[in-house]
C-alpha cells in the first residue's frame, strides 16, 4: 500500500487482517495481476525469491498476522544465497464454486545450506500458480476475454509463514478458521513423522 506521500507500507494498519481464501488469492490478486488490470493486486508487492531469505521478507512483503505475501515470478529453483526452497511431492488443485480448476497450490519448505544436504527450518511456503485461462476465470472478468494475455505464466503469488512449536500448534488453515485444505493435512502428518524420527534418534 501507498501512503499520499509515495512511501510504501506493507503493514496492515492495527484491527486489520488479510486473510483471503486460497480461490480469492487467485481469482481477485493473481488473475489481476497477470492481465495487468486495475484490481486489489497492487496491495501486494513484487519481489525477487532468489534475493531475499524469508526472515527478511519483514518489511518488504505485505505482512498480516504472521504471514507475509507477495508476488514473484516463475523460476525453475528456489535457490538463495544461504539456502533453497524444497517442493514437498504433492499439489492442490484450486477451484471456484463450479466453474473449474482455476489454478494450484505447492508447498514449499527452506532449508539453509547447499542442496541437497540443507538444514531444514520452520519456514515454509504456498506457491500460486494459474493453470486455467477458460470460462472459469474469464467469467469473472468478461471484459477480458479478448484480451491479449501477456503475463499468464509469469507471475506466482507466494504465502510464507514461519511454522513455532510443534506440528499440532502449527495451523496451515485462513486466520478465519476455515479447515486445512488435504494438502495442509498431508504436510501436518509428514511433520509429525519427521518429529518421530528426530525423536527416536536421541533416544
Not at 17 to 41: A, G, I, Q
Not at 113 to 138: D, I, R
Request: charged share 25%; hydrophobic share 35%; proline share 5%.
Amino acid at each position: 500500500m501507498e501512503m499520499e506521500d509515495g512511501r510504501r507500507v506493507n503493514h496492515l494498519p492495527p484491527g486489520f487482517r488479510f486473510c483471503p481464501t486460497d480461490e480469492e488469492l487467485v481469482l481477485h490478486f493473481l488473475y489481476p495481476k497477470s492481465l495487468r488490470l486495475p484490481c486489489y493486486s497492487n496491495i501486494i508487492p513484487e519481489l525477487d525469491l532468489h534475493r531475499l531469505h524469508p526472515w527478511e521478507l519483514d518489511g518488504k512483503a505485505l505482512m498480516s498476522g504472521k504471514r507475509y505475501f507477495f508476488f514473484g515470478q516463475k523460476m525453475e529453483n528456489r535457490v538463495l544465497e544461504n539456502g533453497y526452497w524444497k517442493q514437498l511431492d504433492m499439489e492442490e488443485p484450486i477451484f471456484c464454486g463450479g466453474s473449474g480448476k482455476v489454478g494450484v497450490k505447492k508447498l514449499f519448505e527452506f532449508y539453509i545450506g547447499g542442496a541437497p544436504f540443507g538444514m531444514k527450518t520452520n519456514w515454509v511456503m504456498q506457491e500460486y500458480h494459474l493453470c486455467n485461462w477458460g470460462s472459469a476465470l474469464s467469467s469473472h472478468y468478461p471484459k477480458t476475454k479478448g484480451i491479449r494475455k501477456l503475463d499468464s505464466n509469469k507471475w506466482v503469488l507466494c504465502k510464507v509463514e514461519e511454522h513455532k512449536g510443534n506440528a499440532q500448534s502449527f495451523n496451515y488453515s485462513d486466520e478465519d478458521g476455515s479447515e486445512l485444505s488435504c494438502l495442509d493435512e498431508m504436510f501436518l502428518s509428514l511433520d509429525d513423522d519427521l518429529d518421530d524420527i528426530s525423536s527416536s534418534h536421541f533416544l
